[in-house]
């Protein structure tokens, strides 16, 4: 142990009480600080997972193509020429087939299905709903969706191999009292068929389990009248926070309008951050609490050290030693801090993950999600460091500064 060290911690113990404060109140900014982020970011991460679970990492909906206008030529005449006027965009996709081959070639892709999808309404024995029927090949659609682990009521393959078959949301399924097995009427456009319910699924996701009905992509055309052609290819990445990127590339490669899923749900992204960022700044405020009290407790310090400021100093130590001494007492605090404080983030963390908490709505638990990610421990060290040894630097400084002959003569400021 260096001498700077040794005086450091002599200084330390010196104070107890008031340095167990500032220990205490770092050790619960730290540790509050990983809570709050791990229970804001799990909620995000399951609600993204949820999305990417329903409508893929990008979509490419429309075709786009760029509008011209005739304009006459200067000096008259019959003279004319065409000048871009815009962008218009025709619904749906004319050719899955043929997109579909060309969004395999991009890097990053995972899978990618085309889906016929039409509004209609559905009719049981007991009431009639609106809803949505999609239209997918069930192969393709696993592979760009969380369907297959979605189903709880009925088997995916009764599906697979019922041609009639249909897979029935959750909330849908409760509201026309629906079970596997029973039959029931879609309609749309004075065209009707009778299918039967195959398996019930649940994404958590209430808008989507109250209004979504998979049904073979035959029986949608055959229903909604289109035999060729579909309203949108959903795509799955390897890695979806590069959505926005591929989207960019693939738009302007296909000519097709391409939306990340970034971007569909911005909104809820966007309330997420902010939460994130306001709960960040309210648990700080811990933190601030113990870069104030170890302000205090140092100029305490050196108040009632400086006449073994002014020995150390005629004994030959220098301004910078009397400073790293100073500063060594913040850095052990800091550093137990840390350590107790990532432990004690680490320990509620992990009960918090215990708490029954049903919901479901926008995403569907029954506890609360937790993520365990090593950003939320560096951030919140970091933020204790940076408030403490700034509180810490000031008094430091003023110790270094006192001059043996001004404490001798008691007129050291």
Sequence with gaps: ???????????????????????????????????????TSGFEQFFTKTILGINGAIRIEDKRQETMRSMAAAGGGDSYFARRDGVKYIEGIEEPQQLMDAVREFPNVRGVSAVVRGNVQVTSAFKTEDAQIFGIKLEDYVR?????????????????????????????????????????????RGSSRRVHVAAI?????????????????????????????????????????????????????????????????????AVFRALRISTMITVSVFTL????????????????????????RSMGYERRDITQIFLWQAGIVLAIGAVVGAAFGAGVTWLVGQVPLPINGIFKTDHFIVTW?????????????????????????????????????????
């Design 1 to 39: 142990m260096s001498p700077n060290l040794r005086i450091a911690f002599r200084f330390l113990t010196a104070k107890k009480r008031a340095m167990f404060m500032s220990l205490s109140c770092t050790i619960l900014g730290v540790g509050l600080f990983i809570v709050t982020q791990a229970t």
């Design 144 to 188: 760009v969706s969380d369907l297959a682990e979605q189903i709880t009521n009925g088997q995916l393959d009764d599906f697979r191999n019922s041609p009639k078959g249909a897979l029935v949301g959750r909330v849908l399924a409760d509201r026309l009292q629906l079970a596997v097995g029973d039959s029931f009427a879609i309609s749309t």
């Design 201 to 269: 699924f649940e994404t958590g996701y209430r808008e989507v389990d109250k209004s979504n009905i998979y049904v073979h992509q035959a029986e949608a055309r055959s229903l909604l009248k289109r035999p060729t052609g579909a309203t949108f290819l959903q795509i799955s990445l390897e890695d979806p926070s590069r959505a926005p990127f591929d989207a960019a590339r693939m738009e302007q490669v296909l000519d097709h309008g391409v939306k990340p899923w970034q971007e569909r749900e911005k909104t809820w992204l």
């Design 289 to 312: 609490i113990a870069s104030l009290a170890m302000f205090n407790t140092l100029a305490m310090i050196v108040l009632e050290k400086t006449k073994d400021i002014a020995i150390l």
């Design 373 to 413: 990610e090593p950003s939320h421990y560096v951030g919140a060290i970091l933020t204790a460091v940076v408030m403490v040894m700034v509180a810490s630097l000031f008094p430091a400084r003023r110790a270094a500064r006192l001059e043996p002959g001004d404490i001798v003569r008691g007129t050291a400021q």
